[in-house]
């Protein structure tokens, strides 16, 4: 039973699929969503009716289910993991959607790995909820492919991290944005790619998602093989006091790629205008086995020099705050990092400086809200002009005299 309040931590949730690892046939689908809580269910449901983006019969029709209603951050970033090391499975990344041209031989153990639209942070929710129909309808294509074929499966739909956020009573006074660093921080649930040159750390990285599509079907999750794992070979970065290059090399990260590169190429530079120097970061570049080059240019990614970098999503998509501009030779990569934070000068202490966010202080809603106050400000101004300018009469007729003539001049 799982009480209300209650958050499953890691050892919990590992005792909580011990079925799963020992029933005969283990065919697990991981459905793996960028953010998502318990109260998306309760909230697209009431709200939208008929439109409940969660319509797939598949918790009634199964023989047993379990909810659990809040699990540890911690818990759901090493599930991947957890799920490798419990069992001999054939792990597989469906990204084509189309589970029919799978050859699963269900005799073994088989782990399918979904990764599901990402959900942006500045969506309204109408558009979240169509973002969540599409997801809905990804899950009920490949669950029905697969009772189509008879395959006998388990089924797993979780997520990185909370959508929602309940705030103590007792922080609420604090501002919005030491509140938004304090979660960031409590979420972190492994610690930062660090690249020393002797005793000092010169290049710091830090990603909470970090991934590659390439040709538009293929996944490539370098996030635990970059943190968790640390399979990366960081030897080629270079740094210096006004080019820095984080270079990641990676062996065999999916099938079909033996080797795969990617670059950061960072610099530090005065701006007169500003009186300050500022560090940006000018490219990223992918090598595959070492062949041609593809160059993406970057927008929006700078800071004071003595600052580091964050941003909440960064990647080739043209919703993203901070784009990757990809080059002609670049067109055939899609790249997707969330909560990047990044930092390739004067690092002090091993440790992120103040991070220079990527998401301005004037959100639309405060430029809105600044147009319309204006416009009202110049109506009552305008109005208050025009009585100012009216005059009252000084004369008026007398009964009991002539009558009084006002020129036409008056």
């Given at each position: 039973?799982?009480h209300?309040?209650q958050?499953?931590?890691?050892?919990?949730?590992?005792a909580l699929?011990?079925p799963?690892?020992?029933?005969?046939?283990?065919n697990?689908?991981?459905?793996?969503?960028d953010?998502?809580s318990?109260?998306d269910?309760?909230y697209?449901?009431?709200?939208?009716?008929?439109?409940?983006?969660?319509?797939?019969?598949?918790?009634?029709?199964s023989?047993s289910?379990?909810?659990?209603?809040?699990?540890?951050?911690?818990a759901t970033?090493?599930?991947?993991?957890?799920l490798?090391?419990s069992?001999d499975w054939?792990l597989?990344?469906?990204?084509?959607?189309n589970i029919?041209?799978?050859?699963?031989?269900?005799?073994?153990?088989?782990?399918?790995?979904?990764?599901?639209?990402?959900?942006?942070?500045?969506?309204t929710?109408?558009v979240?909820?169509y973002?969540?129909?599409?997801s809905?309808?990804?899950?009920?294509?490949v669950?029905?492919?697969?009772q189509e074929r008879?395959?006998?499966?388990s089924?797993i739909?979780?997520a990185?991290?909370?959508?929602?956020?309940?705030?103590?009573?007792d922080?609420?006074a604090?501002?919005?944005?030491?509140?938004?660093?304090a979660?960031?921080?409590?979420?972190?649930?492994?610690?930062?790619?660090?690249?020393?040159t002797?005793?000092f750390?010169?290049?710091?990285?830090?990603?909470?998602?970090?991934?590659l599509?390439?040709?538009s079907?293929?996944l490539i999750?370098?996030t635990n093989?970059?943190?968790?794992t640390?399979?990366?070979?960081?030897s080629?970065?270079?740094?210096s006091?006004?080019?820095?290059?984080?270079?990641?090399?990676y062996t065999?990260?999916?099938?079909?790629?033996?080797?795969?590169?990617?670059?950061?190429?960072?610099?530090?530079?005065?701006?007169?205008v500003?009186?300050?120097?500022?560090?940006?970061?000018?490219?990223?570049?992918i090598?595959?086995?070492?062949?041609?080059?593809?160059?993406?240019d970057?927008?929006?990614?700078?800071?004071?020099?003595?600052?580091?970098?964050?941003?909440q999503?960064?990647?080739?998509s043209?919703?993203?705050?901070?784009?990757?501009v990809p080059?002609d030779?670049?067109k055939?990569w899609?790249?997707?990092i969330?909560?990047l934070?990044?930092?390739?000068?004067?690092?002090i202490?091993?440790?992120?400086?103040?991070a220079?966010d990527?998401?301005?202080?004037?959100t639309?809603?405060i430029?809105m809200?600044l147009?319309?106050?204006i416009?009202?400000?110049?109506?009552?101004?305008?109005?208050?002009?025009?009585?100012?300018?009216?005059?009252?009469?000084n004369?008026?007729?007398?009964?009991?005299?002539?009558?009084?003539s006002?020129?036409?001049?008056?």
């Amino acid at each position: 039973a799982v009480h209300e309040g209650q958050v499953v931590s890691a050892q919990e949730l590992t005792a909580l699929l011990q079925p799963l690892f020992t029933q005969n046939s283990r065919n697990l689908i991981l459905f793996l969503q960028d953010r998502l809580s318990i109260e998306d269910f309760t909230y697209f449901s009431e709200s939208y009716g008929n439109k409940n983006p969660f319509q797939n019969d598949i918790l009634q029709s199964s023989p047993s289910s379990l909810v659990l209603p809040a699990v540890d951050c911690k818990a759901t970033g090493y599930l991947l993991n957890v799920l490798q090391e419990s069992g001999d499975w054939k792990l597989t990344n469906v990204t084509n959607l189309n589970i029919s041209q799978l050859e699963l031989n269900a005799s073994n153990p088989n782990l399918l790995v979904v990764q599901l639209q990402p959900l942006l942070s500045q969506l309204t929710k109408f558009v979240e909820l169509y973002m969540f129909l599409f997801s809905d309808k990804i899950i009920g294509r490949v669950t029905m492919d697969l009772q189509e074929r008879g395959i006998h499966f388990s089924v797993i739909y979780t997520a990185v991290r909370p959508s929602r956020i309940s705030r103590r009573t007792d922080v609420t006074a604090e501002l919005r944005r030491q509140l938004m660093a304090a979660e960031e921080e409590e979420g972190l649930s492994y610690p930062p790619l660090n690249v020393t040159t002797g005793n000092f750390t010169c290049i710091l990285f830090y990603a909470s998602n970090f991934s590659l599509k390439a040709n538009s079907s293929v996944l490539i999750d370098l996030t635990n093989a970059t943190f968790l794992t640390q399979n990366v070979d960081i030897s080629a970065s270079e740094c210096s006091d006004s080019n820095t290059t984080l270079s990641l090399k990676y062996t065999k990260p999916v099938n079909g790629i033996n080797s795969l590169e990617i670059r950061f190429l960072m610099t530090n530079k005065f701006y007169e205008v500003s009186a300050r120097n500022w560090s940006t970061l000018d490219s990223v570049e992918i090598i595959q086995d070492g062949g041609k080059l593809a160059k993406f240019d970057v927008s929006g990614i700078s800071a004071p020099a003595e600052y580091s970098f964050h941003c909440q999503l960064v990647g080739t998509s043209n919703l993203y705050p901070a784009r990757l501009v990809p080059s002609d030779d670049a067109k055939n990569w899609d790249v997707f990092i969330s909560n990047l934070q990044i930092q390739g000068f004067n690092i002090i202490n091993n440790q992120f400086s103040y991070a220079s966010d990527c998401t301005g202080f004037f959100t639309p809603g405060i430029w809105m809200g600044l147009v319309t106050s204006i416009i009202l400000l110049w109506i009552l101004t305008y109005g208050i002009h025009m009585i100012m300018q009216l005059t009252t009469n000084n004369r008026f007729d007398d009964p009991k005299g002539p009558a009084l003539s006002v020129p036409q001049t008056e």
